[in-house]
């Protein structure tokens, strides 16, 4: 018997964490111990195991030398919680409202983007996980599966779209467009990748999945991307000059190697449309260029903000801010909600700890806005303390693509009411019965 899959359909959260603890005393008791492990470190060893070097690399890596991420983590030890006691918590609830929808806890999954590097069926089992719980699935612009698929697999469960905005106005709009008609409840703009961070893991393997067709679903099955890509084909000349064809490293310009071969089948099997007619198409290579040529958008500025305004009637939360500064012009640019992030370190080496950043912006903000948080959440305990610090609810990213790559939708679900579970209890023992409780004088400094 493995520990039973709890159904913990929406609004049934609350004694979420005796429940998952004692499904799981339970199986023990015949001698099943958890297929996902429960403790976050190893977690973390299971997921190694089981993904690629260049899969691991790219998932659990960041930028330079991992500062930030390490930062983020120990950041949680500076706030410790003090317990209260004789609260009567026999009656605890997760639920919240935000941005005018009601959610069974205060959590949301993150955005992350190349889920196929940690299962094959990526975004289709996370809408599962997310299903299950009624917790809103955040869907990338990097995402292995064209939004409007994960959408119908979502049901009704809440969705919210991530922007990567790139340096062409019409994608981006026609992205947003397509959020809206999936039935998006907001737009996440990240404000913080303009330009991909400096990630000494993946360079190390000289491995970008994007160049492989990995990741670019939205933009693959995008009218205004399509286009693009056949203007790029009706441009360039059918045999480039060699200068050029060195300098970009076009595969054909070399003899092949097993990993080009590799390279080209992947970019061919990722193009919609049958694989045999995709090789003999320079569409294919000509869409990981186009790709690779529009994402940067390092010329983007506040201003740019309001173009949202006239292309989605949908709240806008910006996601990436650090500085109080920025906070305050987020303010300014009306936006409807913030996500203090910094990626998980993936961009900037040495940054400020995420934590650190939420404790200094919350109260700036002051209720005006939702202060959403991320970076470095790995247990119940984590959600807990970015709540007292100000938050109105967290984004979890990496943890549960762990329990994705080991066992599909039931690892993210696993680690995801795992997560709920231990916030409960957390809950219960310090004395706290709802969401709102969870307040600055919980923590100690
Ligand atoms: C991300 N993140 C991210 N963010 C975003 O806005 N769009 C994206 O496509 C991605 N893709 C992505 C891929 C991978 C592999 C990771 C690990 C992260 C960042 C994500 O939303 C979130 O900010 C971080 O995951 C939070 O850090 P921790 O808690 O996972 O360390």
Redesign the pocket.
Known sequence: MEESRIETPARALSGIGRAVQGAIYAAGAYGHKPKVPVEPAALYAAARRRMSPQAWS???GSAGMQRT?AA?IAAFERYPIVPRLLRDVGERSLGVSLCGHDLPAPVLF?????LEMAHKEAELAVAEAARSLGLPM?L???GSVPMEQTAKALRANPMWY?L?WSNNDDLARSLVRRAEKSRAQAI?V?LD?PLLGWRTKDLDLGYLPFARGEGIAQYLTDPVFQNLVRDRVAEVPEEPARDERVSRRDLSSERPTLTAIRTLASITRHYPGRFRDNLRSPLPRAAVETFLDVFPCPGLSWDDLAKLRDWTSLPVIL??IQSVDDARLALEHGADGIIV??????QVDGAIASLDALAAIAPVVDGQVPVLF?????SGADIFKALALGASAV?????W?YGLALDGAAGAQAVMERLLAELDLTMGLSGIASIDQITRDCLST
Do not use: C, E, F, M
């Not at 993150?110 to 190349?114: F, K, Y």
């Not at 991320?374 to 790995?378: A, K, L, N």
């Not at 984004?395 to 943890?399: A, D």
């Open positions: 790219y998932v659990a991420d983020n993150a955005p992350i983007g190349v955040v990338s612009t990097q991530q990567y996440v990240t990748t996601k990436g992030s910094n990626h998980g370190g993936r991320d970076s470095g959440i790995r984004l979890v990213g990496r943890p693509l």
